[in-house]
């Protein structure tokens, strides 16, 4: 009984965490070219690409939890020195609220 409450626990939460979606729809017609760089890395990130257009970038980890967010017009290099180790998922947002692009990345 104890493993099926923890099972239909962990499920939720799953269905939950990866249940995040875009305030707007998302373009399906234009090919936006993201890069995530260097890629693992140990302390920030940069992006490279058509990046004049993303507005807000936000780290997710992979429970779908948000850890971090970043203003690329203010900033250049993002940190994540201060994240554990792992795999996160980097979603770029433009002006309207829309998802360009979502990049894995691997913090060592």
């Known amino acids: 009984m104890k493993t099926f409450v ?3 626990v962990f499920s939720f939460a799953l269905t939950v965490g990866f249940s995040q979606t875009a305030q707007k729809p998302v373009r399906m017609n234009q090919a936006v070219t993201v890069q995530v760089f260097p890629n693992p890395t140990t302390s920030f990130f940069n ?3 058509e990046d004049n257009q993303i507005a807000i970038i936000y780290l997710y ?3 779908g ?3 971090k967010t970043f203003y690329p017009k203010k900033e250049s290099d993002f940190l994540v020195e201060d994240l554990s180790n792992g795999l996160y998922l ?3 947002i433009d002006g309207d609220g829309r998802i360009v692009a979502t990049s894995r990345l691997n913090k060592r």
Do not use: A, D, P, S
């Open 61 to 63: 980890n992979l429970i």
């Open 6 to 8: 923890l099972t239909l």
């Open 90 to 92: 980097v979603q770029m």
């Open 65 to 67: 939890k948000r850890m």
């Open 47 to 49: 992006i490279e690409g």
